[in-house]
């Protein structure tokens, strides 16, 4: 399923595909932006290539391409389903793309398309506790700190623990 595109101003979410590989191995290489990732930063395009693959697979086509007219890929951003009306949202921007915003929009208008056009009401958010970046975007885009799991992930860090954060579409 090829997920809709998904605008605002100055940003065009448009569906991931394999040929963006070679653009986001830029953070993807850059282990300073790779560091929270589940696995070390990639040694070449081909890495980038297959660790796309197999997210297209997962995400059940819910995928897409941060950019900001629709061309060369800066960031990506997931929604995957962790159950019936409930996803977990994942994201990485290249370094060179940081400090305009498109993160945070990038978040908001995937959070928006969950909740009005594929019924979700909750969405969550895993995030390394020493990844500041990351917790501060989704506070930013309304994500409430829920918890602590400890022990939660083994990745090329060692044993790391998961703050969870979520949003619903009625917080009420």
């Known amino acids: 399923m090829t997920p809709a595109t ?20 830029i953070a993807h290489r850059d282990p300073e932006t790779h560091h929270f990732w589940s696995s070390p930063a ?19 086509g819910r995928v897409w391409a941060i950019t900001e007219a629709g061309g060369e890929a800066l960031g990506r951003i997931g929604l995957f389903s962790a159950r019936d009306g409930v996803g977990e949202i994942g994201i990485i921007m290249r370094r060179d793309a940081t400090g305009r915003g498109l993160a945070s929009r990038a978040v908001s208008l995937v959070c928006e398309h969950a909740f009005k056009d594929l019924d979700l009401h909750r969405i969550a958010a895993d995030i390394d506790p020493d990844n500041s970046a990351s917790l501060s975007l989704f506070l930013r885009a309304g994500f409430q700190r829920e918890g602590l799991l400890r022990g939660n992930w083994k ?17 009420g």
């Open 42 to 60: 990639h040694a070449s395009v081909d890495d980038t290539r297959r660790d796309i693959a197999q997210t297209l697979a997962l995400a059940h």
């Open 6 to 25: 998904l605008s605002s101003p100055g940003i065009v979410l448009r569906p991931l595909a394999l040929g963006d590989a070679e653009a986001l191995f």
């Open 155 to 171: 990745t090329h860090l060692g044993i790391r623990d998961s703050v969870i954060m979520s949003k619903l579409r009625d917080p």
